[in-house]
């Protein structure tokens, strides 16, 4: 929003700023992994959080001082890109080490719950904020959140085990290792290439969704914000179905499904028109069903993944995994951003639709799909 009201970034700018956020994740990713599995997790997540706020501080200071710039906010994303791949990759981590395997699937579903809880509010009250003053202050006030974060973080006592000292590898083939471990395995394999096409796919919309609601639609700050919230209450919604549904349909056919139809409801956003309040309902109803179903499938994802690798490794693989999809979203959003100014950004985002839609034909071709036992 700084960038789109405060800069008048327009769809190649937007399609930079996304690809610089995955680029910084891409080639943190491998470094996050091997030192989650190294260092204490617990002070790891503090110090993202940390670096997070004061990234986020920045803005508003060189808002103030006059010296707010695309340069400003492109340095901004690299930093927060880098601090959120590590504070991602070591919470997926740090999980196992705090409950009890069998337990891992209700533990995912309650975290994404919470972010879901958050993405309720959060957008619609930054919605709001804009709406009453720059959207650079907004950020300064979010800069106060990471710090909350990190000091609820401080509390938990006790901090996961590391990798063994026979298991550490020189670290400059432990970077690889994850990349390794992933691709080579029968179940994980095949929801790491489902998850690369996804991102590529999938960041089209991350540099042009904001483009399309303001420009195109016409929705005003708070109706943007309000429309991303339901996002929020679907996740929510998802997060308690989740459990129920691997429990019923078993891991691999949950997966699949949610995951298939989730992509089909994107179609709902590049076909969205009318009016802005018609509009912002074809909108809003994709997110509340999109996300709810997207959400089933990642807390599925994030279980096995959990439950079947040695969780002294679980760094390494996650860092497989954010860099993947990292590097594919980087290509995505220059591809969406040069696609959205060559033909525009309701013709770019059906075919990207398409792409998140068909990326889960990976996990239907994979032993996935006969996946059925709950136990995760």
Do not use: C
């Not at 954010?322 to 309701?346: D, H, K």
Request: aromatic share 6%; hydrophobic share 60%; net charge positive.
């Amino acid at each position: 929003m700084a960038a789109v009201i405060t800069l008048k970034a327009g769809p190649q700018a937007l399609g930079v700023f996304a690809a610089l956020v995955l680029g910084a994740q891409a080639a943190v990713g491998l470094f996050a992994g091997a030192f989650a599995d190294r260092l204490p997790k617990r002070r790891l997540l503090i110090a993202a959080d940390l670096a997070r706020a004061l990234v986020l501080a920045a803005i508003p200071l060189a808002a103030l001082t006059g010296r707010l710039t695309l340069v400003e906010i492109y340095l901004a994303a690299v930093l927060m890109g880098a601090a959120n791949v590590v504070f991602d990759v070591t919470d997926h981590a740090y999980l196992p080490s705090l409950i009890n395997t069998a337990d891992l699937t209700e533990g995912n579903a309650k975290l994404s719950a919470t972010e879901a809880v958050a993405e309720v509010g959060g957008p619609a009250l930054t919605g709001v904020l804009v709406g009453v003053m720059a959207p650079s202050m907004a950020v300064g006030l979010n800069a106060l959140t990471y710090l909350v974060s990190a000091l609820f973080l401080s509390r938990i006592r006790g901090d996961a085990p590391r990798a063994p000292a026979s298991d550490v590898e020189p670290f400059r083939l432990d970077l690889t290792a994850g990349l390794r471990l992933i691709l080579t395995h029968p179940l994980v394999g095949p929801l790491w290439l489902a998850d690369v096409a996804k991102s590529f796919f999938g960041n089209f919309f991350a540099a042009l969704y904001i483009l399309l609601a303001l420009n195109v639609l016409r929705l005003s700050t708070p109706m943007l914000g309000l429309t991303i919230a339901m996002g929020g209450v679907g996740g929510l919604a998802g997060a308690m179905l989740a459990p129920w549904l691997i429990r019923r349909l078993g891991a691999g056919p949950t997966i699949l499904l949610a995951g298939l139809a989730g992509g089909a409801t994107l179609f709902a956003i590049p076909l969205a028109a009318g009016p802005p309040l018609a509009a912002m309902a074809m909108l809003a109803a994709a997110q509340l069903v999109g996300d709810g179903l997207q959400t089933v499938s990642a807390i599925g994802s994030a279980s096995l993944r959990q439950t079947v690798l040695p969780p002294h490794q679980l760094g390494r693989a996650g860092g497989a995994f954010a860099t993947g999809g990292a590097a594919a979203g980087v290509a995505g959003a220059l591809t969406g951003g040069a696609l959205g100014a060559a033909i525009g950004p309701r013709e770019t985002l059906l075919f990207a639709a398409a792409g998140v839609t068909a990326a889960s034909l990976f996990v239907a071709a994979s032993p996935l799909r006969r996946l059925r036992q709950p136990a995760l």
